[in-house]
T-cell receptor, first 115, second 112 residues
Framework: DQQVKQNSPSLSVQEGRISILNCDYTNSMFDYFLWYKKYPAEGPTFLISISSIKDKNEDGRFTVFLNKSAKHLSLHIVPSQPGDSAVYFC??????????????FGTGTRLQVTL | DGGITQSPKYLFRKEGQNVTLSCEQNLNHDAMYWYRQDPGQGLRLIYYSQIVNDFQKGDIAEGYSVSREKKESFPLTVTSAQKNPTAFYLCAGGQLGTQPQHFGDGTRLSIL
């Protein structure tokens, strides 16, 4: 049962244009969402996050939008740069146990930014 | 230089052999995690620990074991009971609240 879904396995965008990566979830108990960026043979790097009480969070070129009623979030990158080419994972937190927070990850979207 | 350090980067296991993957952190994180990534799939949680000498099973704990004898260290043993151990293993650390988990660079385990 895939609780976090990234239905687009890949996306190609021209340099300078906007990249939009989408993520859908099914568990209404998720209270915090994160986006990670991953290069091959490396660990994921945290990019941006959003609490379920907000609908938008912005950090430089990166903006995450959350639509709770649709159980959908998206990551916007503008303008896209060649260095943004990587796999992007959406993750959702299902609560906190002591100091630990369990994350559920999507399957990832490979973004390629072309010149 | 702070962070999550995983070793080795590549590891090979013979059939029926146990292997241990190392994960060390100097970020003073209370919580540590082990994930597995397979091609075309997201990260799946194997085990996590929120304090020394305490750990809980994640979603795919069968065939794995962990220990947390020190705050800085959270080694993962892939036992012979894990029938499909070939994967990319990622260790992460984190703190309570909305702080994101920070990942190491992973260990790729292959079966000879």
């Amino acid at each position: 049962d895939q609780q976090v879904k990234q239905n687009s396995p890949s996306l190609s965008v021209q340099e300078g244009r906007i990249s939009i990566l989408n993520c859908d979830y099914t568990n209404s108990m998720f209270d915090y969402f994160l986006w990670y960026k991953k290069y091959p043979a490396e660990g994921p790097t945290f990019l941006i996050s959003i609490s379920s009480i907000k609908d938008k969070n912005e950090d430089g070129r990166f903006t995450v939008f959350l639509n709770k009623s649709a159980k959908h979030l998206s990551l916007h990158i503008v303008p896209s740069q060649p260095g943004d080419s990587a796999v992007y994972f959406c993750a959702a937190r299902s609560g906190v146990t002591g100091t630990a927070s369990k994350l559920t990850f999507g399957t990832g979207t490979r973004l390629q930014v072309t010149l | 230089d702070g962070g999550i350090t995983q070793s080795p980067k590549y590891l090979f296991r013979k059939e029926g052999q146990n292997v241990t993957l190392s994960c060390e952190q100097n970020l003073n994180h209370d919580a540590m995690y082990w994930y597995r990534q397979d091609p075309g799939q997201g990260l799946r949680l194997i085990y996590y620990s929120q304090i020394v000498n305490d750990f809980q099973k994640g979603d795919i704990a069968e065939g794995y074991s962990v220990s947390r004898e020190k705050k800085e260290s959270f080694p993962l043993t892939v036992t012979s009971a894990q029938k499909n151990p070939t994967a990319f293993y990622l260790c992460a650390g984190g703190q309570l609240g909305t702080q994101p988990q920070h990942f190491g660079d992973g260990t790729r385990l292959s079966i000879l």
